[in-house]
């Protein structure tokens, strides 16, 4: 699916991705760790194509094609999807318009006619339920006024619709309460096949517990430091990230 | 790099700049009483209607030139320099469509407004009378009989003084006088033409009546007049277009009008201003200096603004309503768009006379480029007006960073019961929606139209359908590749 190799970022002459090496294959989860700077957020935005960040080294190949040649967009097109961990509002426009046109510029990228509405509408309706999303919600604009766990219950809910071979769910459990966690783990679960995968970023083991990973990564200054299986998210919750800090500050010291 | 973007992306083209080349009496340029004169004479004018312009001509050259009082600088405008009357030769009195010059017809197909009464406005099955005003003159007003059979009367301000001398006496001026204003006063000594409508009472127009000015000649100005009159109970849906050849020069459009409700009427004047913008270093384009205002007259009457401002080089305007009759409601509804170099200073004023009175603002300003946008607008609520009611939100949109967005609410209350709510805010197309879009599959220019769109929904839903779909295309070519 997605194979990164030494991948070299920096934002503002800063270099925060210090060679990053990961190999996610179809139908699998993987769930990246670290503490707070460690650059959780900056490999996902990179992934997903934000301008701010320049790579300065390595590689990333997405089902075969080039990923850092390409466009955000045409990244997103090709399937692969971001949750943001701070969704953004657009007021005056709509969820379903908003989706509307995502769908269709993805079915345009693969040659395919717009969808029919009342496909549409049956698709909405089908995938409000999977993500336990209020339908007044889809009516309104995007993300205007909704609350932290509504933005990340409709991140989860955008994804379904827009169905990517590949997701990053950037923090998606940050600011959640337990029902809402159980909601999103949900979504996600009902949503992984053997044909996609996700990268799922969090700071706690607790996400884990729903969304079950078959690998755990810990990044720490810009580099995975340990991997494992889902064994080593317990071991860091455990434990902490003090013995993880000390030790590598110790190695590379 | 929001700015490398933007760089990168070219100025769009305007696209209805192209020059009709047809023979036209235009008078030589320059402005005094000999011109004013000759103009009443060349349209046959009664006496009255000669002195008010004599008059107004001789208030008008004792008033100061009001210059850059508000956010808009300009060079000062040379009155001698400007031809006040140019019209196509082949006029006049129509007796069909086959005697309209075969140019002029063209000229408005092009602009996708058809002269033919069974053919129908780009495509849409809709249903407006056209009134087309070619430089100074009108040079078609479709669908008269139909409408005359509600007892509606359309037809350009000319034929009205001729066929309708008592309405126009009764009417003209009494909203916005002669004097009222420098470039109201000028109007009224130099107009030209314009539109006129009657709706006599409890009748609703059948049909949306709608005027489209078009500038052709170079070194002219248009000046023209509309004056629409709702009797009582009465329903009418105005709409106003415009458009210019592309030139070098700036050329000065100062038009008047004039809305007036009696008991009960209705009337909703909606206008997408689509005048030649300028270049992007600001050569030529219109100087767009037009006085717009309505009375509620009577009781439980309502007039209803909507504007999409995206052309001209400079536009001021601030059509406004007079609530005189109880319980008369005014609205405005507003979008203005500024590129490159223009400067829009647009608003309206709400004068609150009567009692139970209520107006409503929504003012939505986008600006780009090194542009400027000014909401300035007065809510007056007079002693009195017991129990009045204002609600007003001015929301500015910017994008890039080296452009300017204003606002200037000014609210004078002089009753104790009055209700005035403002609400104000100004947002960025940041770069954070864009690349949200973006991760979705949306590209950036689909972004920008889904964006300000939503932005403008509330204005755009109160235009006529098929103003809408256009409005929403101009806003998109206005703005295409504006932002990054």
Redesign the interface.
């Known amino acids: 699916m997605i194979s990164i190799k030494n991948l070299h970022a920096s934002i503002n002459g800063k270099e925060i991705l210090k060679g990053i090496n990961l190999e996610v294959k179809a139908g699998e989860i993987h769930a990246i760790m670290g503490p707070n700077g460690s650059g959780k957020s900056t490999l996902s935005s990179v992934l997903a194509g934000r301008e701010d960040y320049e790579v300065t080294e390595g590689s990333v190949t997405f089902e075969g094609k080039d990923l850092l040649e390409m466009s955000p967009e045409d990244r997103a097109r090709e399937g692969l999807f971001l949750a943001f961990q701070y969704p953004i509002e657009i007021p005056g426009v709509s969820n379903v318009n908003f989706l509307k046109t995502a769908i269709n510029e993805i079915r345009a990228h693969k040659g395919q006619d717009p969808m029919e509405a009342k496909d549409f509408l049956a698709l909405l309706k089908d995938k409000q339920k999977l993500v336990e999303l209020d339908a007044k919600l889809t009516n309104r604009s995007v993300n205007e006024g909704f609350s932290g766990g509504e933005k990340k219950r409709n991140e989860i809910f955008q994804m379904a619709i827009l169905e990517p071979k590949l997701a990053i769910l950037d923090e998606t459990d940050s600011g959640l309460d337990i029902d809402a966690l159980r909601v999103v783990a949900n979504g996600v679960n009902k949503l992984r096949s053997k044909n996609n995968a996700f990268i799922v970023i969090t700071h706690y083991q607790r996400l884990l517990d729903h969304i079950v990973p078959d690998f755990v990564h810990i990044l720490y200054n810009g580099k995975i430091v340990k991997s494992g299986t889902k064994e080593l998210a317990l071991e860091l919750e455990a434990k902490g990230y003090d013995e993880i800090k000390h030790q590598f500050e110790k190695t590379e010291g | 790099?929001a700015n490398e973007i933007l760089d990168d992306h070219i100025q769009n083209e305007y696209k209805w700049g192209f020059t009709t080349d047809i023979e036209s009496e235009t008078f030589a340029k320059g402005l005094n009483e000999t011109v004013i004169r000759a103009l009443s004479k060349k349209k046959n004018e009664p006496e009255w209607l000669l002195d008010i312009r004599l008059k107004a001509f001789k208030q008008w050259q004792n008033m100061p030139e009001p210059n850059n009082w508000a956010h808009v600088p300009y060079p000062k405008i040379d009155f001698q320099d400007i031809s006040y009357y140019s019209a196509p030769k082949k006029k006049p009195e129509l007796k069909s469509l086959d005697e309209v010059d075969p140019e002029l017809l063209k000229t408005f197909e092009k602009l996708g407004i058809s002269l033919e009464e069974q053919k129908r406005l780009s495509g849409v099955q809709s249903n407006i009378a056209v009134d087309a005003v070619f430089d100074s003159v009108s040079v078609k007003t479709t669908f008269r009989e139909t409408l005359a059979e509600k007892g509606v009367i359309f037809c350009s301000f000319s034929e009205a003084v001729q066929e309708y001398p008592e309405l126009i006496k009764k009417y003209m001026g009494m909203v916005v006088p002669f004097a009222d204003n420098y470039y109201a006063a000028l109007n009224t000594a130099v107009f030209s033409d314009g539109s006129f409508c009657y709706i006599p009472k409890g009748v609703r127009c059948p049909m949306e009546l709608s005027t489209y000015f078009r500038i052709n000649s170079s070194g002219t100005g248009q000046f023209e007049r509309t004056l629409i009159v709702a009797d009582e109970g009465s329903y009418v849906s105005y709409l106003e277009g415009c458009t210019a050849p592309q030139r070098d020069e700036n050329q000065l459009h100062a038009a008047v009008v004039e809305i007036v409700a009696h008991k009960g009427a209705e009337v909703k004047y909606s206008t997408v201003q689509n005048w030649y913008p300028g270049d992007k270093d600001g050569k030529g384009g219109i100087y767009n200096f037009v006085t717009k205002r309505g009375i509620c007259l009577e009781d439980n009457s309502k007039i209803s603004w909507t504007q999409v401002e995206t052309g001209s080089a400079i536009t001021w305007k601030y059509p406004s309503v007079i609530l005189k009759g109880d319980n008369s409601v005014g609205e405005f509804y507003s979008v203005a768009v500024t590129n490159n170099k223009q400067e829009a200073d647009t608003g309206t004023k709400m004068i609150h006379i009567g009692k139970n009175t209520r107006s409503t603002i929504i003012s939505k300003g986008i600006s780009a480029g090194v542009s400027n946008n000014s909401y300035r607008g007065l809510v007056q609520i007079r002693k009195g007006a017991k129990n009045a009611r204002n609600f007003s939100q001015c929301d500015s949109l910017l994008m890039g960073d080296q452009c300017g967005a204003h606002t200037f609410p000014y609210i004078e209350i002089k009753d104790k019961t009055a209700i005035v709510e403002h609400e104000a805010t100004t947002?960025k197309i940041?770069e954070?929606?864009l690349?949200?879009?973006?991760?979705?599959?949306?590209?950036t220019e689909?972004a920008v139209a889904?964006?300000v769109?939503?932005?403008?929904?509330?204005v755009l839903n109160k235009l006529p359908m098929e103003f809408a779909v256009e409005a929403q295309k101009l806003l998109a070519i206005s703005l295409e590749g504006s932002v990054g």
């Not at chain 2, 690349?435 to 590209?443: L, P, V």
């Not at chain 2, 769109?453 to 509330?458: A, L, Q, S, T, V």
């Open positions: 790099m947002s940041g954070d929606q690349f949200y879009c973006k991760q979705r599959g949306i590209d689909k889904l964006i769109n939503g932005y403008c929904k509330e």
